[in-house]
């Protein structure tokens, strides 16, 4: 099955410079790492934990209870991390990319489209909200939450990469927003 089925006609990527094929393959070489147990287990507690972006609502959620000072700024931080999700389903919703075919996923998925990964957007944006706020940890577990997403075999790196992007850009648009009330 094509990877790009669903993005209309667009011609054939293969063209330039082989970018359809890489995506596969380095989709591939992430998927092999799987066949760790350690690895895959560690990318399937990532997988539900961030799905519909509850791990980083939770988050959000914990910081505003526990940063009474700056409680407002979390909560619009969550807010933000939230509509970054919410955008990245609409996105889905029009491109219609489906999901990798030509390896075997380690996980169910709650839809069938693949791009951009909402998993890659809610995570990059609580990355940005929640590291602005002195959340330090919260990075270094986006990032393995991206990564992820390729281990269990159901994003391409482009669906990833976009995802990040728009969390990142999201949360950037919101910063002044957020930080705006941090007096609260």
């Known amino acids: 099955m094509d990877p790009l089925d669903g993005f209309g006609d667009l011609g054939d990527l293969d063209d330039f410079g082989g970018f359809c094929g890489l995506d596969r393959r380095i989709l591939s070489a992430f998927r092999e790492y799987g066949?760790?147990?350690?690895?895959?287990?560690?990318a399937r507690a990532l997988s539900r934990t961030g799905e519909h972006g509850a791990l980083w609502l939770v988050a959000g959620l914990a910081g505003a209870a526990v940063d009474g000072a700056r409680r407002g700024a979390w909560l619009r931080g969550t807010a933000l991390v939230a509509g970054a999700h919410l955008v990245s389903m609409g996105v889905k919703r029009v491109v219609r990319r489906p999901?990798?075919?030509?390896?075997e996923p380690?996980?169910?998925?709650?839809?069938?489209?693949?791009?951009?990964?909402?998993?890659?957007?809610?995570?990059?944006?609580?990355?940005?909200?929640?590291?602005?706020?002195?959340?330090?940890?919260?990075?270094?577990?986006a990032t393995a939450m991206c990564v992820s997403r390729l281990v269990v075999g159901v994003h391409y790196p482009s669906d990833v990469a976009a995802g990040a992007a728009l969390g990142a850009l999201t949360a950037c648009a919101g910063a002044r927003w957020m930080r705006g009330g941090a007096h609260d």
């Open 106 to 141: 380690l996980v169910p998925t709650a839809g069938r489209h693949s791009f951009p990964s909402s998993h890659a957007t809610s995570a990059a944006a609580a990355a940005v909200a929640f590291g602005a706020l002195g959340a330090r940890a919260v990075p270094p577990f």
């Open 35 to 42: 066949a760790d147990p350690r690895v895959a287990g560690t």
């Open 99 to 103: 999901r990798p075919t030509h390896v």
